[in-house]
């Protein structure tokens, strides 16, 4: 891809997501001019400073006027309404995507209006962390890391060819879900261990974290991510994150069951499985071409 093609891209919402966007893109000299749009001024001057984005503005109208390219990384309960505020002001020839950890209802929504649904692709890096803030980003978040699109039928494949092209040019290895597949799917693989996370951290007494180890800091790790922000990803994918529980309700009885029987053999057979699942995971065994839906 040639230096600056894509042209002026805008980032509305410039935190930890949208920060590394910016800087990913000026390490990368991909963007003619990278422009930052929030409501707090200050976090905007902080993100020029950090050298996340050129310009900031908590003008939308202003921050979109020229742009070629339209990131929206707000939380998902906000994200439907930017995408269709950030189509009305925007040139009619605007590529938007997003980077919600959500995906139908955002659709449902882009889609439902006309000017939205002509620019829009709902996109979801899998990268990110615990923390957020600007001053958290990174150049190479999404270095090696899967973005998720989620194009329907609606989608204009001039746009959905333009949002491969861009969230490769991050880093990301990119592909295709349906929306309601790709919720179902990070249901089980992102919020369930968020929630789970969240248990465990609120489980053990205060008193006892003296005692708390490495399996507690590891396994509690993203209970220390935006309260706000995951009650929103969580009721906005509510029915796929209560089946996703019940899978793991399933599990948590069947070792249970196993040691109120004092059972050896079923104890080292759900723990070996488990086993398995993880160093799969660590070895990178399953790839892309892998992916189906198994719930």
Request: hydrophobic share 45%; glycine share 8%.
């Amino acid at each position: 891809m040639d230096r600056s093609a894509l042209g002026t891209v805008a980032i509305v919402g410039v935190g930890l997501i949208g920060g590394s966007i910016g800087m990913s893109l000026r390490a990368s000299g991909l963007a003619k001019r990278i422009v930052g749009i929030g409501r707090d001024q200050g976090n905007l001057n902080l993100a020029c400073d950090l050298g996340a984005i050129d310009f900031g503005t908590t003008d939308l109208a202003r921050g979109v006027a020229e742009a070629d390219v339209i990131a929206i990384c707000t939380p998902v309960t906000r994200i439907a309404h930017d995408v269709i505020e950030a189509a009305k002001l925007a040139p009619r020839s605007v590529l938007i995507t997003d980077a919600g950890s959500t995906k139908r209802t955002i659709v449902e929504a882009a889609e439902a209006d006309p000017r939205a649904c002509a620019t829009f692709v709902g996109g979801h890096p899998i990268a990110g962390s615990e923390r957020k803030g600007v001053n958290y980003s990174q150049h190479d978040l999404f270095r090696g890391k899967i973005c998720v699109l989620t194009p329907t039928s609606q989608t204009p494949a001039d746009r959905l060819e333009r949002a491969h092209e861009f969230w490769k040019s991050l880093g990301c290895v990119t592909t295709d879900l349906d929306p309601v597949a790709h919720d179902e799917a990070l249901a089980m693989t992102s919020h369930l261990p968020h929630v789970i996370s969240a248990a465990l951290a609120a489980t053990v007494p205060p008193p006892l974290l003296p005692v708390a180890g490495g399996a507690y800091r590891d396994g509690t790790r993203v209970a220390g991510s935006d309260p706000t922000l995951w009650v929103g990803i969580l009721r906005e994918n509510r029915a796929a994150v209560l089946r996703a529980l019940e899978q793991f309700e399933t599990e948590l009885q069947l070792a249970r069951r196993a040691l109120e029987a004092d059972d050896d053999s079923a104890l080292m057979t759900w723990w070996i499985e488990a086993k398995e699942r993880r160093t799969a995971f660590e070895d990178g065994r399953h790839k892309l071409s892998d992916l189906r839906l198994e719930i």
